[in-house]
């Protein structure tokens, strides 16, 4: 049978999506340039952020009848060769699929190991995407938020207190630190510290 020759050139987004159709679904991958890149799985911490961004705008979502939803991890195709995957996302609620090109707000959640990525390549490649109105990036180890929004040409906009507001215009939401990081040690150590000092 002898050695098969692989295909030695960038992955595309059809090949991809194939890929991880084949994948447990408990893997998150994205294709960064051609090249298939497997995340480690998301701390504790991290999780508790995402699922507060994700019940919070659910929640305001049913209440005001919006027309978009709050979904996590779905690919984003920015080009044929490339398909992040933000922590969670905000895109119109019609869409369908395993990947859009739709998304309205992007948020990634930083690690040590993610952060420069992140704050460069990300947030460089989700502006090439039209529909991109807002990227938010939030630490995981401390009370700090920082938005990107195309209004203003994606300048840097921080958030440093639990009663700071992050607005999203583009959806008519706002939400406090506290509530983005409630049940995490960063809101925990930050309150009491503040309680002591009165």
Known sequence: MGVPHLDSGPMRAEEFFAFTATRPDDEKWELIEGEPVLNASASFLHQIIASNLIVSLGRFARETDAIWAVA?????RISPLSVPVPDVLVRPQTATGVECDDMIIAFEILSPSTADYDL????????????????????????EVVSFDRAN?????????????????????????REIYRG???????????????
């Open 72 to 76: 996590p991890g779905i690919g984003v």
């Open 184 to 198: 995490t040690v960063c809101s925990s150590a930050r309150l009491a510290l503040r309680a002591s000092s009165q």
């Open 120 to 143: 460069r390549w990300k947030r460089k490649a989700y502006a090439s995407l039209p529909s991109l109105l807002q990227y938010v990036v939030i630490a995981h180890d401390a009370l």
């Open 153 to 177: 040409g994606f300048a840097e906009r921080r958030f440093e207190t639990a009663e700071s507001e992050l607005d999203l215009p583009v959806i008519g939401a706002r939400m406090n630190l």
